[in-house]
């Protein structure tokens, strides 16, 4: 099944031309571009608003503040009891169950929880083990993860630093990507599947907002029900620029 779609009416197609062959037949473009066929949502997190117009738009859970970020603003967040900010949806466009999807962000942490953080999360906190994640552990190291199924980066991030996280679920081959800035992917082949369970709030710097709080900054997010081709994350990370909205 071909994870790239011609775009349907009304869908800007940026770049793309007839040529190569990609992973598994699938044609890719030659020149640089995205497709937005299939955009659940883009946070430019300069403020809480959905810009692709599926209004999406999120809540802020501890007054998050909006500062200087990697492109333009971006939020900031802190851990620490009562005070911990992170962001929220309970929109069900985040149920990302049987289908391929792209979750990308930019962070930068000012510090690492003793346990782990999350950037962006749609797990529960009752151990049902459904939804996705993506996070960084003790160390720093980032890592994907599905039900039962976890793909980790070889080496940790460093405080202060801003880098770019793509987690792709190729559901028609099996296989988990994850990628820090446009370095190579790691990848786990896994029987395991998404599953949603209803009333799992999807947030951003935080574990279903309970635990495991971002400290730091997010910026600029893409959340697609779809398997972005390699050149397409190349162009989110524009060689270590960035992209912010419209694409």
């Not at 959905?50 to 859970?61: A, F, I, P, Q, V």
């Amino acid at each position: 099944m071909s994870q790239f779609r011609k775009p349907m009416f009304g869908t800007r197609l940026r770049g793309y031309a007839r040529g190569t062959r990609a992973r598994k037949g699938i044609r890719a473009p030659l020149s640089v571009g995205i497709s937005l066929a299939n955009l659940i949502a883009y946070y430019t997190l300069s403020d809480l608003n959905d810009s692709s117009g599926n209004n999406r738009t999120l809540t802020n859970n501890g007054s998050a503040t909006f500062v200087a970020g990697k492109v333009g603003n971006a939020v900031s967040e802190v851990q620490g009891g009562p005070s911990s900010q992170y962001l929220s949806s309970t929109n069900s466009g985040f149920d990302l169950a049987a289908t391929p999807f792209t979750l990308a962000i930019w962070v930068k942490a000012t510090s690492f929880d003793a346990n782990r953080q999350y950037a962006i999360n749609k797990m529960d906190t009752v151990g049902t083990g459904v939804g996705y994640a993506l996070r960084v552990n003790a160390a720093g190291v980032p890592s994907f993860l599905i039900p039962a199924a976890e793909v980790i980066w070889g080496s940790a991030l460093v405080i202060g630093t801003w880098y770019f996280l793509c987690a792709r679920w190729d559901r028609a081959n099996g296989t988990m990507y994850l990628r820090v800035n446009d370095a190579a992917d790691v990848s786990l082949v896994t029987a395991q599947d998404v599953s949603n369970e209803p009333g799992i709030t999807f947030t951003m710097g935080s574990w279903a907002g309970a635990a495991f709080h971002w400290n730091g900054q997010l910026d600029e997010c893409a959340i697609f029900n779809r398997y972005l081709l390699d050149p397409e994350v190349t162009y989110l990370f524009n060689n270590g620029v960035g992209r912010t909205w419209p694409l």
